[in-house]
């Protein structure tokens, strides 16, 4: 007799018989398979359920609760369930885990370590309902300093010497992530653009090109280019905001990307201009790319190639010498530099390294900043920062620290109902979001999820224009690096020492 | 090649825009050189001669349409950049990573080109008489009517074909000397890891070496159909009418088809486990 090594079922779903009403409405919309209907009753099968919680959500009666199952492991504090969970899986499959999201180890968030300053007394804080605050920021490379040409004789005779680098404004220094079609449905990429020209935000293509539909929304959007090249050609270079080198990703840093052929259907054929069925590889370098100069050429060429038209930057995720090799790209000549920190999201990533590579964002951002500071080169570039931004107060210690523009994901497809089962690799989101499957990206409203995403970052433009109201400053450019008004209470003040926070009392 | 350039220029005086590109003697940056360029093709002028092209990256990145290009000199890295129609006709040797994300369009080199020949294209041709260095074809993909084919007629090292996608690379293993004479090519014809994380297109050679031990993962050799030579005969003719050789020196050598195994090749690779 062979033993049963499969994995104990992490969740319970609990049908109330008493209440149901055998619609069989959870069964419909149950995508995992998890929930089936006998001819008598609703019956569940526990190892299938992620706890997405769409049939909870669905059940006209209240009938359905998913509880946690863990009552019967033996407590062991060393080799978590966790660890066994991936033993088992490992030691039954083989081969690499694959995870979706963010890291989700419980690793202490130097964010929450963090406390912001406010005014008192000896300079006055400001009212934002009131009097003007600005959030607006200007995109691209900014000159060194600006040089007029003086004519000695006539004294009106003035003019600019100056050349200016393409910039432009947008309204709220917030940035949606990049989350490809293919990563994320049709419908999540129509509601996130919508959003982004409705608020003038940012939103990022991905790297699997930009489907047509979306061109009219190219002036809110920075697309990206990555070591697949897909779908890059001219239209894609020229309907965009800017463009972006994306060498690395926070969740996956040194790793490349496959899209698995059975998920390229037509849009997704369209969109990336690839054969349908054909898998997607991304290789893990750029083979143009192998040095910082290898990268200068690449950013030339895309600058050329748009006519100096928009700013191009470079993505890098945050790893041990960020700081260097940021210093590199802006002296190779990116206009924008993004940086995107160990708990960034994926669509799809060998878990071993969404839970293991890199460093948090906040280290990052703080000695990336320092150290363009020192080489003369900050007040040149714009900034992004991303991988896990997870809410207003995490945004504006971002740009404290140094960031100018914040850049997230999560909270944008959870205001659009994602419960984070972290299963988007499935490709089987049961909300619409993380699917290709026709009938559940139906599911997603466009209307309903582009409010939503307008809701949730306008609370966040007005929450960022409270605190700087508080600290007295009108404008968030001001907020900018300003280490000052920030302080540390987190457990290791070497921490605050390379944040170059002072810690809280002092 | 400064006879054909002065033949060339005097036939089509009246359409052709010269560039001196070295002025003085001092070359052009490449920024003013491609401006120069793109003002030519503004005013009308559909062909475009450059001289004394001396390493100048980028010439003819994002250009579109019927518009041709001719080069004399050696142009640098990245010639003919996420091009999208034109055809580009450089009378001497390439630098590295000519035809990257070309979309569409022509680029036939007299001379060498060197290494990551036609980066991620996703379609044109590109045609090189001599020798090619690491990485060429790496990642060429295909779609719709889309669908990018490079001709080398000399030899390639290393890593040919890595990761494609789609595409046709074939390889003559020839050796096309100025003076129009052509012998077999004394080095091998391609390197090893040949077709390396190959996933779709093929790689065909002219060659009777053998190629199992350079086979990179996911890469096999087969014998030439009937069908494929159809397919890859009028690409051949049309190599042989640009730079002027007889057809019948590709009867010499058989041809070897290099094909993926899988379409998936990594597929059980991974495992998706609730954790």
């Not at chain 1, 909870?56 to 509880?67: D, K, L, T, W, Y």
């Not at chain 1, 492991?73 to 083989?94: E, M, V």
């Not at chain 1, 054969?275 to 040095?291: E, Q």
């Not at chain 2, 390439?94 to 035809?99: N, T």
Request: glycine share 10%; aromatic share 6%; charged share 25%.
């Amino acid at each position: 007799m062979s033993l049963n090594h499969s994995i104990p079922s992490y969740f319970h779903i609990k049908v109330d018989r008493e209440i149901c009403r055998k619609c069989k409405r959870c069964t419909n919309h149950c995508s995992y398979d998890a929930l089936s209907f006998n001819g008598e009753r609703i019956v569940s099968d526990d190892s299938k359920c992620v706890a997405c919680q769409r049939c909870v959500a669905m059940c006209p009666a209240g009938a359905i609760r998913i509880e946690k199952n863990d009552s019967f492991l033996p407590f062991h504090g060393n080799y978590t369930r966790r660890i066994r969970n991936i033993i088992w899986a490992q030691s039954g499959n083989g081969g690499v885990l694959l995870s979706a999201t963010g890291n989700d180890r419980p690793i202490r968030t130097i964010f929450d370590d963090l406390l912001l300053d406010a005014c008192q007394v000896t300079n006055p804080s400001i009212d934002p309902l009131r009097e003007p605050i600005e959030t607006k920021i200007f995109f691209g490379r900014k000159p060194k300093k600006i040089v007029f040409s003086e004519d000695p004789k006539k004294l009106n005779n003035i003019s600019l010497k100056t050349e200016f680098m393409p910039n432009f404004e947008i309204d709220s220094p917030i940035m949606v992530g990049h989350m490809s079609l293919g990563s994320i449905s049709y419908n999540a990429c129509m509601a996130i653009y919508q959003a982004a020209k409705e608020l003038n935000i940012l939103a990022g293509s991905g790297e699997g090109g930009l489907h047509q539909d979306f061109y009219e929304y190219g002036p809110n959007i920075i697309t990206e280019i990555a070591s697949g090249r897909f779908g890059v050609d001219i239209n894609y270079l020229q309907n965009a905001a800017g463009i972006e080198i994306k060498i690395g990703q926070g969740a996956k840093p040194g790793h490349g990307g496959h899209l698995p052929g059975e998920k390229v259907n037509t849009l997704i054929s369209q969109t990336r201009m690839i054969p349908k069925g054909s898998d997607a590889l991304s290789p893990y370098p750029h083979h143009d790319i192998y040095s910082i100069e290898d990268l200068a050429q690449l950013i030339s060429a895309l600058k050329e190639a748009t006519r100096y038209k928009v700013p191009i930057g470079v993505k890098i995720a945050a790893v041990h010498n960020s700081a260097p090799i940021a210093v590199g790209i802006v002296r190779g000549g990116a206009d924008f530099l993004t940086i995107d920190g160990f708990r960034g999201g994926t669509g799809a990533a060998p878990r071993i390294i969404r839970d293991h590579a890199g460093i948090p964002i906040e280290l990052a951002i703080a000695v990336v900043d320092k150290r363009l500071r020192e080489e003369n080169l900050r007040d040149e570039v714009t900034l992004v920062a991303g991988g896990s931004i997870r809410y207003s107060a995490d945004l504006i210690k971002a740009i404290a620290l140094g960031a100018d523009v914040g850049m997230c994901c999560m909270p944008v497809l959870i205001a659009m109902g994602c419960r984070v089962c972290q299963q988007c690799f499935r490709g089987l989101c049961s909300w619409g979001i993380a699917t290709q499957q026709e009938y559940l990206v139906k599911r997603l409203d466009i209307d309903v999820s582009r409010n939503r995403i307008i809701n949730l970052f306008h609370s966040w433009n007005e929450e960022l224009k409270e605190v700087l109201g508080a600290m007295g400053i009108d404008s968030v450019e001001s907020l900018r690096s300003n280490r000052d008004r920030l302080r540390y209470i987190g457990p290791n003040p070497k921490i605050a020492d390379i944040l170059g926070v002072k810690h809280a009392g002092e | 090649m400064i006879e054909n350039k002065e033949i060339r220029y005097t036939q089509e005086k009246n359409t052709k825009f010269e560039i001196d590109t070295a002025p003085n003697g001092i070359p052009l940056n490449y920024k003013v050189l491609n401006e120069k360029i793109h003002q030519a093709i503004q005013k009308g002028y559909e062909k475009v001669l450059l001289n004394e092209v001396c390493g100048q990256r980028f010439i003819g990145a994002s250009l579109q349409g019927q518009i041709k290009l001719e080069i004399m000199g050696l142009p640098g890295n990245d010639l003919g950049i996420f091009m999208d129609g034109p055809e580009i006709i450089v009378h001497g040797n390439c630098e590295d990573q000519i035809g990257n994300t070309m979309n569409n369009g022509k680029i036939i080199v007299h001379g060498d080109a060197r290494d990551v020949v036609g980066l991620s294209a996703r379609g044109g041709k590109i045609y090189v008489k001599k020798n090619v260095g690491y990485r060429v074809g790496i990642h060429i993909k295909e779609y719709e009517n889309k669908f990018p084919i490079l001709l080398i007629g000399g030899t390639t090292k290393d890593f040919l074909g890595e990761y494609m996608a789609g595409g046709l690379i074939i390889v003559l293993g020839l050796e096309i000397k100025d003076d129009g004479t052509v012998i077999e090519n004394d080095y091998p014809i391609c390197g090893g890891e040949l077709g390396t994380g190959i996933h779709r297109g093929k790689i065909i050679l002219r060659t009777e070496e053998n190629l199992e031990n350079r086979l990179g993962i996911g890469a096999k050799v087969y014998e030439l159909k009937k069908e494929t030579e159809k397919t890859i005969t009028p690409y051949i003719k049309e190599f042989c009418q640009i730079f002027k050789i007889p057809y019948d020196v590709m009867n010499e050598k058989p041809f070897k088809v290099v094909k993926p195994i899988s379409k998936r090749p990594y597929g059980g690779n991974y495992c998706g486990n609730l954790i």
